[in-house]
């Protein structure tokens, strides 16, 4: 069986779980006031060059994207997002539930553009009946985004610069940041993310852990009773160990980094495996997501020969666009035994 | 260093670690839809006698108290608690965040009276003004209680009768319930639970895994569409493996009962070395949870000797309310140590 | 000065101000519960047909929308909206603040297409990973639109048939209807509304009271508990009788009706002067609010005239589209005045 | 019939109703920005002597408690209130839904105490668990109280104190203001409130309007953009003229004062009636609510005699405890009608 449906089948990598045998009787603090969570934190504010970063780690996306919008947003503010965020989507209305508008821009392979962006903020203030609508608050951006593409340093800076001339906090979902770090086109840093924004998340689910994802104020710019707030949300771990241990392993020695990475060469070799094949790609991804125009025939080759995918929306009558994901656990072998498979 | 502060305070039992261990490396699909949290369900299914339970993992247990009493109730009822109850006093608010009232009735060492909830119920509906109030709309009690105690079967079935007569579901917040089970003075078991309420849990978090709750609708009446309303909730793990492999541990062979009289025996054998040497006890509390009137004098030789434990309440000018917990984790060897610096 | 700002710029009609004046004295129970409110309801059900109606009196509309969809949807579901909808516009996110999203669709001159409907709830229960998404849970659509329009009988049907197909009730804003049901080219009754959809709203704010909006459930199928829900919104006024009274007296001799009726001529008057004059019409509206694409130079004339109007968006660099609203209080000598100044 | 009730039967004062018919068929601009309404806040800035303060006219007052305290607490805070608040029994749950607690202090004669408020903060910040507890966040008054009792000045500047010793927005209900203010007993001025707390509102609905309450920010401290909020909480009237034309009807020479004057004058003859008749009194109350420990063979006599009151409370077996309320509707004749009746 060859598993490319999703960037989160396996556990974690195996020098997190390492730490989590290692710690696990030691007996720590809870709700992340033991050690390793600081030593995590410490870790982290290196990597993104920010000594006076806050940091809160919480378990899932969704529940991250909710409680940083929800504490970030003034009651009569929404949050700007391409039509295609996964906030506008695939959250069950997490943010609606938490009593906010998603207001929504054109998706542009899953980006925003800077200068729509303007626009919309420059035309909801030459409204005169703006204080009978929805402010908007505060921008949502993801990096990869859902279709695995990312912004370039330009375009991050232009769309920061846009929020800073409106007085917007810049939010970056890094549900899968690792993979846009490490994609070979990248001329992003993470020392720009956190030069670019006021907050954003360092994704733990989808880049080696079991859960965890770490919110970065990276100017110490948090929330008031951040603690109270995450609580509130629901969202506090009792053993806060769980994600403390693992993000400290993740920011040991590079791993984070290093795992990435190798989702990284997998998915260049699986887009080489494709290319050479004659398949088109329904969008041109830099990171470990790809999305290939798949004639249906062919998926029932792939599905008789226990390959997995996800299937993402029709084409056309004979096409469907799917998506491969690599991650840290992809082997070149599993490249090659798909590459036999499709002839 | 004796560490009692709480029964949080090691990761997870060493079997539930071996489980994560052994399954780490298998490609699993997410939100829940793997085996092996098909296994756990049907374990606890299993456990509880109820082959026709709904049953779904979240990660703690302000959480799971927010999204059971959420879903519950309709938009103008309340939850009736004890005042001492988790839900009124430790979670931030996270029952009112969610819009909902939580209307207190008097603890009896952390125990609400039946006969005080009938009245409760009786008066509000007898007030020709409750078209204004917060309708009473569900019941909300902990077992263990936050003290400790227990509800005996004929109190659990008199709430059970109340809850009935006045169509008002019954939950049970069972972040501690193994060492409830295990009591040794307790006539509750938890097929007792499962018949007398609508929906509980039972805490992974604090009873041996690294974090985990699961709720149970004993009579497969979960509310609607679950799954969504726990993303949106911000609950849903991309990887519910973490808790189904933990679940599924926990219930295999008589793990989740066998470790709770662990702490059982140990709670009994604290409680022994301080009522020989003569500290009086604030509460009767049969389970893991115990609290000891304390010298503030006899707290200076325990800080001293690097005992930990909790501090509650103030009692008077020279005693302090401490709290001891045995788990899981806990040894002879430990209770033995203590036994000595208290002489 | 002459006024086609808004419909809401006078008190209210003489013959309602002549019901306050005379009741005034005379000693009502409060909340809704006094006669006049009664004798309206029963006036209402009578108006649309439907005996077994359940209404409700609330103040504005903004309130009466927010009351009405957040009492309808489940926790998981949002509300459909064309794009130009008034909840999704222009109601500072009132809808949003109670927990739903407003999910949108094309906006054909302010209308939803009962296709595009269907094409989006067929596909939301088509993607495989809908449990993930928010649940189309009713529609809103308003009757006359935001921009005057109004749905054919036919097309009216054909929502409601999407509707009924997927389950969804059907709600109609009708802040305005008195106009719409007085059109000279509509063929869509009140009891061809109350037929069709869940529930809609009688407007009394637009339509001749100082405030106050009739919700009706025609199956007298309202929330359970809806005073106390709309008690929770705020929206209960002690007073009833203000709203009572106002509806009373709009209901009684068809004054409803006739006044709606003033609008509609003297905006087919108003149409006229500017069909006369060659002026465009931006959309053509067959009710009191009318839409014109307006040179700039002609607005200078205007504004020194003391015209007053409703500036709605830019059409291009020379002409601007405003609005010119009819009502009640408008006279035959008021339109005339204005076709002198527009020669 | 003679009917105490409540103060909310009638409709609205002559001299309100006057003006209205005055106004009615003048063209103002909607959602409050026309000139009645900025003259009636300028008679109320004159009337408690802060011409910095903001003012904000709303339709009632739960929506005015719901939209006072969902603005100005954190997301994280509660609202301190006396166990007996309205807020806290008869608003339906308004608070909550909002999602914010309602922090009880024990009731005496329905006010609060400021050492017992002072213990409660003090408390809440020595629990070294405090940031997994609610906040309190503002502290909510009523004056009169819901037992039509008054705070003395002295007593009113304790808790002024208190509340600025920690940093909490003082809020007074003043729903029954007028009546508190012309008391006979009361040493508190509108001066001193608007010196005292940091937002009161002065209720209209029970003091000669239709409807109405205005909110006072005495030192210009709203919240941003408060019209927008209001409007999303569902409370802006299109019609903004009929709150401002009533309230500066009832600020102009002294009319609110005059009226609220006419029910104490009642009310202490009520109570002269009472008294001289030997019945005793449930609290003894210096506003326009009286309540009486009756016996129930004497409700029976008024019953038949067609005398309205509000019944409260069972007081013991042959006692009922009920309510008589003046207003400034009430008149010499009805008193003396009613001491015939009592003989």
Not at 14 to 40: F, I
Not at 105 to 127: C, I, N
Not at 197 to 219: M, Q
Request: with cysteine; aromatic share 10%; proline share 3%.
């Amino acid at each position: 069986m060859l598993n490319f449906a999703s960037d989160y089948t396996e556990g974690c990598h195996p020098k997190v779980l390492e730490a989590l045998v290692r710690s696990n009787m030691e007996q720590l603090t809870g709700y992340g006031t033991d050690a390793y969570t600081e030593s995590a934190k410490e870790k982290i504010r290196d990597f993104i060059g920010c000594p006076e970063a806050e940091i809160f780690f919480l378990t899932g996306g969704t529940q991250t994207n909710q409680t940083v919008i929800d504490t970030t947003l003034r009651m009569y503010e929404g949050v700007v997002s391409a039509q295609s965020g996964h906030v506008n989507c695939h959250e069950a209305g997490a943010i609606e539930y938490t009593g906010h508008k998603v207001m929504t821009l054109p998706s542009h392979e899953g980006k925003m553009d800077a200068g729509e962006l303007d626009s919309m903020v420059q035309g909801f203030y030459a409204d005169s009946d703006h204080d009978h609508m929805v402010f908007p608050g505060m921008v949502y951006i993801s990096h990869p985004t859902e279709y695995g593409t990312l912004y370039t340093k330009s375009e991050l800076k232009a769309i920061s610069e846009v929020c800073k001339k409106w007085n917007l906090p810049l939010f970056l979902d890094g549900a899968r940041l690792g993979y846009g770090l490490t994609s070979k086109t990248t001329d992003v840093t993470v020392k720009d993310i956190a030069g670019l924004t006021d907050v954003f998340y360092i994704g733990g689910t989808k880049v080696g852990a079991l859960c965890g994802e770490a919110i970065v104020y990276p100017g110490g710019n948090a929330p008031r009773q951040m603690v109270t707030l995450i609580k509130q949300h629901g969202a506090l771990l009792a053993k806060g160990r769980l994600n403390g241990v693992q993000f400290d392993a993740l920011f040991t020695d590079g791993l984070y980094t290093e795992i990435a990475g190798n989702a990284i060469e997998r998915a260049e070799e699986l887009k080489k495996v494709f290319t050479d094949r004659g398949y088109r790609f329904f969008i041109d991804s830099p990171t470990n997501q790809q999305f290939i125009i798949m004639p249906k025939k062919t998926l029932s080759v792939l599905d008789a020969a226990g390959v997995i995918y996800s299937t993402w929306e029709p084409y056309d009558k004979d096409n469907m666009v799917v998506r491969f994901c690599t991650s840290w656990a992809t082997t070149k072998e599993q490249i090659e035994a798909l590459a036999k498979i499709l002839v």
